[in-house]
């Protein structure tokens, strides 16, 4: 048999691939165990909008057919919340897909992309697998202003010729680190017109509404500005697949000429266009996010343990001792968490906030968990 790893071009060699959050049904087989929690991958614990539920009941009988693949209902619907033109839209395979798509199509090996340390493990690979120089840039300390934040002075201190795209979350996975309005917006100023900024959101509707950044109020003063979204967190829609990319016509007719035809489903286009609407779930999703950020909090207080300040949907915990066994006893008790090794973070777990009664249960065990 052919060595095919180093037939597999350079890039790929290199790559280490993405380790997802332990499913339930694989605890399940492994303990022997039920009622089983899954805090590891910043799920919404409410489930999906019941609003798309509704919307694709009736869809099932359609499942033949391909599904639109402009995704005309659904840019039409996000055209008008967001009060841009269709053409400023791309939808994606969840807003993963788009984040390769802006790779493949502005990278080379001849180029680099920028972002920060402890920022999501999808940007490396999507730049390695082209071939691309990936440039990661130390965040900054825990004693600083913003914890294990991105460091804006030095992201924009290494762009040079050669960097096409910078990569940045806000707020950050796995950090839950928050970059404020006007440092947001002071940096993306200044980056050169022909670097293209790429403005993650996933986690926009979990931050608090006076403090929260929205770029894509900036897309018509930044042609370089491209700002992505997902359905798949406070829409509780994960499994669909579904989230886009809203930038100006020109970088999305770009990833047009690349994506795969068909790349969003028609359930998720459905679901998508139905959940939009719900404000109602997503207010929901949001107070009972606050409460168990509060609740998981005050527990790390008393037990003495820092944790980043979070403005997401997850707290990073940092055990200041290996984490695994605290993992381990949670998973024991029936509790999936997240460990974080794999991002240089090898004391810290990332723990997805559940409902109030999923935080109760953590709660509990978390003291014995850290003995
Ligand atoms: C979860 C997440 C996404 C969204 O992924 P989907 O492909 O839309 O499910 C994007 N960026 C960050 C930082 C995330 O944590």
Known sequence: MSDFKSLAVPGVQKL????????????????????IIKLASNENPLGPSPKALAAIENLLPELALYPDGNGFELK??????HSVEMDQITLGNGSNDVLVLLAEAFLSSAHNA?????????????????????KMI???????????GCDLDAMAAAIDSQTRLIFIANPNNPTGSFLPKKALYDFIKQVPEDVIVVLDEAYLEYSPESMRVDGSLWLSEFSNLVVTRTFSKAYGLAGLRVGYSLSNPEIANVLNRIRQPFNVNSLALKAAEAAIDDSDFIQKSMTVNARGLDQLSACCDDLNLRYVPSKGNFLLVDFQQDAMPVYEHLLHNGIITRP??????????RITIGTEEQMQRLTDLLPAACQ
């Open 16 to 35: 280490k691939p993405y380790i997802p959050g332990k499913p339930i049904s694989e605890l399940e087989r492994e303990l022997g165990i039920d009622n």
């Open 76 to 81: 039409k619907a996000l055209a008008e919340k």
């Open 114 to 134: 920028v972002y920060s340390q402890y920022s999501f493990a999808v940007y490396p690979i999507a730049i390695q697998a082209i071939g691309a120089t990936h």
């Open 138 to 148: 130390p965040a900054l300390g825990w004693d600083s202003d913003s914890p294990l």
């Open 340 to 349: 974080v090794a794999n991002y240089g973070l090898p004391n810290s777990l």
